[in-house]
């Protein structure tokens, strides 16, 4: 997964952001290893690692810690290109979102969209399963700003809760300006939350002509590089780790593979889906452990352990060392 890549999309913005910071963009992404005229286009394609690195840099160097969340702000159908057009054209709201779940894949690798509807709540999350990637809590704030300009682009409305997995800044006014809703910090999760029924919204101005139309032709956009069967086992898993869903069964199911075939396919790519699951639980515990304030115990819930000394004991095997050392001195 290290060659992975990802459209430009709302990254367009971050030369803006940095001048309005006071800071020279081109020296910016030039030392990241992004060429600036890479970034005035945002069907051009980046790896998914670099820019994670290119958003840590630029944090770091402006000062500004919510620098994700103002290169997000810019965010919306639009910056989607031709799956944003498709979503625009949608019947109804949860069909739009589930052009983006379907489609997405065409756009990034390494990280994804998901929707889910949980008792009296419909929750559309981002989360990313890019091994190594730096800058998580940055990549974050960029995917929820955008996805709240897109909710409110398709439901008219603004969602009834975000959760953002960093723990809570100092400056919490940005995060207050642009939401505009319950927030909740440290969360296991980033996601917005709203009512189940606004899935069933019309879409305004949805041409059902220009529908099919997009339909025909998104095939052809975006990455055509056909992904492998581990690739999709990490993405699913990366969805499933804390709905208590991750089990071989359940995977397979959701990719309509028999377990035995699914294991079979997976050697044949050098794995096994306990390699894979074990991966996917370990990156996401260095994700919550260097961003948020949970406690262990509530890390090891949201990666489904028995209890706290089964996930020590699994993060040690894998690691090297124990979750509250790595916590205190991350590599």
């Keep these: 997964m290290e060659g992975n890549m990802q459209r430009v999309g709302a990254l367009t913005a971050v030369p803006q952001v940095l001048f309005s910071l006071g800071a020279d963009p081109t020296a910016m992404v030039m030392c990241r290893g992004i060429n600036l005229s890479v970034l ?18 630029c944090a770091n160097a402006t000062g500004c810690r919510h620098f994700g969340l103002m290169v997000g702000k810019s965010g919306s159908l639009a910056t989607l290109g031709v799956l ?19 489609n997405q894949h065409r756009d990034v690798q390494g990280a994804l969209s998901y929707l889910r509807v949980l008792n009296d709540s419909a929750v559309v999350g981002y989360t990313i399963y890019q091994k190594g990637i730096q800058a998580s809590s940055q990549i974050y704030d960029v995917a929820l700003s955008h996805l709240l300009n897109i909710f409110i682009e398709l439901a008219n409305s603004k969602p009834n809760e975000v959760a953002i997995p960093c723990a809570k800044p100092v400056n919490l006014t940005p995060y207050r300006n642009h939401f505009r809703t319950l927030l909740r910090f440290d969360s296991d999760r980033a996601a917005i939350m709203f009512s189940p029924e606004l899935l069933n919204l019309p879409v305004r101005g949805a041409s059902p002509m220009l529908r099919k139309v997009l339909l025909a032709s998104i095939a052809d956009h975006g990455m055509t590089l056909p992904r492998s069967l581990s690739d999709q086992v990490s993405r699913v898993l990366r969805t499933q780790m804390s709905s208590q869903s991750a089990a071989l069964d359940n995977v397979a199911g959701l990719l309509a593979i028999h377990p035995r075939k699914l294991n079979r396919r997976l050697e044949n790519e050098g794995t096994s889906f306990r390699t894979l699951r074990n ?6 515990a260095c994700q919550l452990l260097k961003d948020t304030d949970l406690s262990l115990t509530q890390i090891s819930l949201a990666l489904d352990y028995a209890d706290l000394s089964v996930f020590s004991h699994a993060f040690r095997r894998m690691s090297g060392t124990t979750p509250s050392l790595w916590r205190s001195s991350p590599p």
């Excluded at 991966?279 to 996401?284: D, G, I």
Aim: no cysteine; charged share 30%.
């Design 84 to 102: 944003g057009r498709l979503m625009q054209n949608a019947r109804t709201v949860g069909e739009a979102f589930e052009d983006l779940m379907e």
């Design 40 to 57: 005035r286009n945002a069907e051009n394609m980046v790896p998914t690692l670099a820019t994670g690195q290119l958003l840590e840099a």
């Design 279 to 284: 991966e996917t639980r370990l990156e996401h």
